[in-house]
């Protein structure tokens, strides 16, 4: 009789403990997000695993002058997230036969009068390797020699696909949500914002309120997106389990064609796809996007091999460069070092183009 108490006690104690462990990143996390120190945190955090919630919070102020809470269903402009989309929507038409890649984007935006639109392909605007400043100037370097990030890219993506399909960028994107079942997730209008939060700008965790956005009709495409964390998780169950794209365009979207540094990431390049970043870090590979502006700040990072989602939406964005995503990066470090993440096997390594 005392050894089958001693063994139940053992088990109780190394089930407890067990609990305790995988319950540790929770814990680190509410500390990250509690704390003022360097910068103030004010937004939600959403971790699933196989599209079940591990971690769910939000923190902060809607309003913070009226001391009005934030909801977990208020809405957030994404920034650069949006480029994701505006991506899977281009290889859609990849798929229906309508762009070819490798094509030069004259071909779909004819009004372009520089010569480098008839060189530079719809590969590099996608990938950020282009070269252009201005429609109106030469290119800033040879295509496909460089990586330069800008939202002009993936505005000129947003007129060929009105171009290709005869709709408005709005009406397929809404097509796209519609599919995954994003109820919360529009393209932003002056005249609707629904639950969308303001957006603020911290210096020195003090906050000002921003008073006009600058997204317009035009940079939709490139920063225009409003959604939700769990929207956005919806959004990463379909798109990395093979629902939104087929195999072959989604490998062209996930391989790394080009290289670039973030210091979300690290101080080291990493590869870089069609508006997804392709990093191995800590011994882990896993894909990544960011956004940051208008006083919003984002992050949504996805381990495959353990089909966990990590997703970030602030409406508060330092000023100070120096804090730029710098309590996203903190938590993706304890999500990196979590129960939450077994061994990873490598990604198929990419082939830079």
Known sequence: MQTKLTLLFLILIFSETKAQKADDFSKKIDSVITSS????????????????????????YKDIDAGIELKPDDQFEIMSNSKQITAVLILKQVEKGNINLQSP???????????WADSVTVHQILNHTHGIADTEKPLLFKPGSQFKYGNLSYMLLGEMLEKISGKTYVELANELFRQVKMKNTFCYTEDHKRNLVPGYMNKENNFARVQQSFLNK??????????????LS????????????????????????????????????????????VIKESGMNYFAVTGLGDGFTCLNAHFPDNDVSLIILENQMPESREYWSYKEAVIKNIVLKSSLLGGQKDLTDPILK
């Open 105 to 115: 984007i004259k071909k779909y935006l004819p009004y372009l009068k520089q010569s």
């Open 37 to 60: 120190d360097p910068v103030k945190f004010n937004g939600t955090v959403l971790i699933t695993k196989a599209g079940k919630v591990k971690y769910a919070k939000t923190f902060g």
């Open 218 to 231: 035009d940079n939709i495409p490139a920063a225009g997106i409003v959604s939700t964390a769990y929207d």
């Open 234 to 277: 919806l959004w990463d169950d379909a798109l990395f389990n093979g629902k939104l794209l087929k195999s072959g365009t989604f490998k062209m979207m996930t391989s790394a064609t080009t290289m670039s540094q973030h210091q979300v990431f690290g101080k080291e390049n990493m590869g870089f796809g069609y508006n997804v970043r």
